[in-house]
């Protein structure tokens, strides 16, 4: 069982900053997909970036287009903690951000992951992110 706990969110005003990170347990394996998805109440989830940490292709990543250029995920192995750098936020980036992972086994995962067209297995409580203008 993986356990995820996302901390780092918070309020900003419109062109700020945040990262969001989440620390990862439980793992049985390292070839896992990492990735951050958002959800407004009563929205569709979106998904926003996704990382591959194996051996073989680790560190390739996927954004959703909606956040390309300006936000950066990342990964720390030895921390086992999967970060999301966000900058000039805007107030359509605020939701409740959920960190999520799946034992994908590979990079082909990354954007069907983002898009939704596939699911994570296993995902945080989540934390806020409020953006005001």
């Known amino acids: 069982q993986v356990e995820l706990v996302e901390s780092g969110g918070g309020a900003v005003q419109t062109g700020g900053s945040l990262r969001l990170s989440c620390e990862a347990s439980?793992?049985?394996?390292?070839?896992?997909?990492m990735g951050w998805f958002r959800q407004v109440p009563g929205n569709e989830r979106e998904g926003v970036a996704a990382?591959?940490?194996?051996?073989?292709?680790?560190?390739?990543?996927y954004y959703a287009d909606s956040v390309k250029g300006r936000f950066t995920i990342s990964h720390d192995n030895a921390k086992n903690t999967v970060y999301l750098q966000m900058n000039s936020l805007k107030t359509e980036d605020a939701a409740v951000y959920y960190c999520?992972?799946?034992?994908?086994?590979?990079?082909?995962?990354?954007?069907?992951?983002?898009?939704?067209?596939?699911?994570?297995?296993?995902r945080g409580q989540g934390t806020q992110v409020t953006v005001s203008s």
């Open positions: 999520a992972a799946d034992p994908c086994g590979g990079t082909w995962a990354l954007g069907p992951l983002v898009k939704r067209e596939y699911e994570y297995e296993f």
């Open positions: 439980g793992y049985a394996g390292r070839s896992h997909c």
């Open positions: 990382i591959y940490t194996g051996d073989t292709g680790g560190g390739s990543t």
